[in-house]
């Protein structure tokens, strides 16, 4: 087994932990620092595959932005962090298939290999890439998105403006 | 300095001699490295926390610490960092435990992770990332993560308080932050911190240094306003507002847990001049000479660390004189400043620098957007000011009236 394996295993299971802890923790605080820790080793994961770009991202955009926010939301409900709350509902049983379907799926694919796994090819830096990529090729998906960000921006305003 | 790197490679050939595997030198650099740096930070931190303490002194017309150690009290950090160590280490019976313990951990490793990209001399640099200047950024909105946690596992209400508002400031301020930070990437065409530095050589006009603080005031100014709220240092310290908050998210804390917060706050401090110093103001770039009887290189990177250091020293100078000069803004007008004047100055900023860098050198064209731009900045603020003071007078009027 390689370092590098051996760093791989560990994140993931420190990965996987986390996100265990999000979904089954009964304090929903808890839960979101959890949730930030299963983040951090998803960027970790990033760097493994030689993505730094995306894992500096992922760092600034779910770390620095959207869990904070989360948190925010969180504090601004009031007695909800004092409160337990229910972990399982009544669709525990679906779900859990879903989740199998999805597992049976991947291990199908990354052993008959389908062309989409295959790896990609290796660039010196992926920053610039990315950015040309982004702003030429998928230049109407990344403003569709924008657009779709913006409209759940302003229903969000929408749906919290009582008057 | 490039003998800095020709080192660690002797070494590794030296111990690949030796038939070690290379896991064991690269962990023993890597020791080394972070004990360097955990060292700087601590006497550097010990070294600004007596500075400040002078530099308020001395605007309040006081003399500050005078006594330990003699010479204008020099001692009085290390004096004050004995006694934290040997207090007593409390956690509040009703607090959560585990996320209690792990906030102050997680504030300083993000403070220092960030030390990791920082250029300090011509090829004295832990890891020159190519994404540097961006993972600084990242790894530096941790800080906030650290803080909540301190403020919501503390179980007390100015902490929370603290905490929210911490939050809220930091959310909006690093819009602008990364913003301000896209000017000189622009121009340089990398994230790289030491290509960062080296797009800045050379003179204008024989005279002026090419650096970025002259063609990007106004992402200077833009950026060094961020950084004083994400360090949440005044005007933006309503985190922390003492009048109001006791303390904010540190009330609980005590002995060392509370002296792990002061240290990550002031290694905060340095990171951010840091960034500045290498975006905006020529990072390690100087005037330096060849000094007897050492070779070029080892007198270049000398002299690099020195200029570094002033710069990064200076630019600290300036967040304490700030600190001891403005007053607090309140929270309605901290969030009017970061949305209504930083954010769209720091987007028009960026459009300006992409048509100057579209159109080419339209030097005339660009010294009167940017002189534009700081017009309406100082416009904008302005009429905040003259808003909030009415806001004042207003309630001051209502309260006497009922």
């Not at chain 2, 993560?145 to 301190?150: L, Y």
């Amino acid at each position: 087994m390689t370092l590098e394996l051996g760093i791989f295993y560990f994140l993931a299971a420190f990965t996987v932990w986390a996100a265990a802890v999000v979904v089954l923790g009964k304090n929903i605080v808890r839960a979101a620092v959890a949730l930030i820790f299963s983040f951090c080793g998803m960027a970790a994961l990033y760097v493994l595959l030689e993505a730094e770009f995306l894992a500096a991202v992922q760092v600034l955009i779910y770390v620095g932005g959207i869990t904070i926010l989360l948190l925010f939301a969180i504090m601004l409900t009031s007695r909800i962090g004092a409160r337990t709350v229910r972990v399982i509902n009544d669709q525990a049983f679906l779900s859990g298939l879903a989740a199998l379907g999805l597992l049976a799926g991947l291990i199908y694919a990354s052993l008959s290999g389908i062309a989409a796994m295959a790896g990609p090819p290796r660039l010196p830096e992926t920053s610039p890439f990315l950015g040309r990529a982004l702003l030429t090729t998928y230049a109407l998906p990344f403003e569709v998105v924008s657009v779709l960000l913006l409209a759940a921006l302003v229903g969000a305003i929408i749906l919290a403006r009582k008057e | 300095m490039t003998t800095f790197a020709s080192l660690v490679e002797r070494f590794y050939a030296l111990t690949a001699n030796w038939g070690l595997p290379w896991i064991v030198p690269t962990l023993v650099v890597m020791t080394i490295v972070a004990a360097v740096i955990l060292g700087y930070i601590a006497v550097a931190c010990m070294f600004l926390v007596w500075w400040e303490r002078k530099i308020s002194a001395h605007i309040q017309v006081r003399f500050g610490p005078m006594r330990v150690g003699g010479w204008h009290g020099w001692a009085q950090s290390i004096a004050d960092g004995v006694k934290l160590l040997l207090k007593e280490d409390v956690i509040p019976a009703g607090a959560d435990k585990v996320v209690f313990v792990l906030a102050p951990m997680v504030v300083f490793a993000a403070s220092v992770a960030a030390y990791v990209a920082i250029p300090w001399a011509p090829g004295l640099i832990v890891r020159d990332l190519n994404i540097g200047i961006l993972y600084m950024i990242s790894i530096s909105s941790l800080v906030v993560v650290g803080i909540i946690m301190a403020g919501w596992s503390s179980n007390n209400k100015y902490s929370v308080l603290g905490a929210m508002r911490s939050a809220a400031q930091a959310v909006s301020y690093e819009v602008p932050l990364v913003l301000s930070l896209l000017g000189p990437v622009m121009l340089a065409g990398t994230m790289r911190m030491g290509k960062l530095v080296e797009a800045q050589s050379g003179v204008w006009f024989g005279l002026l240094p090419k650096w970025f603080v002259f063609p990007q005031i106004v992402a200077f100014l833009v950026y060094f306003t961020c950084s004083l709220a994400e360090c949440n240092r005044l005007p933006f310290d309503i985190p922390e507002a003492e009048s109001e908050l006791v303390a904010g998210f540190h009330v609980e804390y005590s002995g060392m847990r509370f002296a792990i917060f002061f240290l990550a706050e002031y290694a905060n401090m340095f990171v951010v001049a840091a960034i500045a110093t290498t975006l905006f103001l020529g990072g390690w770039k100087g005037p330096w000479v060849a000094l007897p009887g050492l070779p070029a290189e080892v007198a270049h990177g000398l002299f690099g660390l020195f200029w570094f250091l002033v710069k990064c020293y200076f630019l600290i100078f300036v967040m304490m004189w700030l600190r001891w000069t403005l007053a607090r803004l309140r929270v309605d007008q901290l969030m009017d400043f970061a949305w209504k004047v930083l954010l769209p100055i720091a987007f028009a900023n960026l459009i300006l620098t992409g048509l100057v860098l579209v159109l080419g050198k339209q030097v005339l064209l660009y010294v009167l957007g940017v002189a534009l731009l700081l017009l309406i900045a100082v416009a904008l603020t302005a009429r905040g000011v003259r808003q909030g003071s009415a806001h004042v007078a207003g309630k001051a009027v209502r309260a006497q009236k009922a």
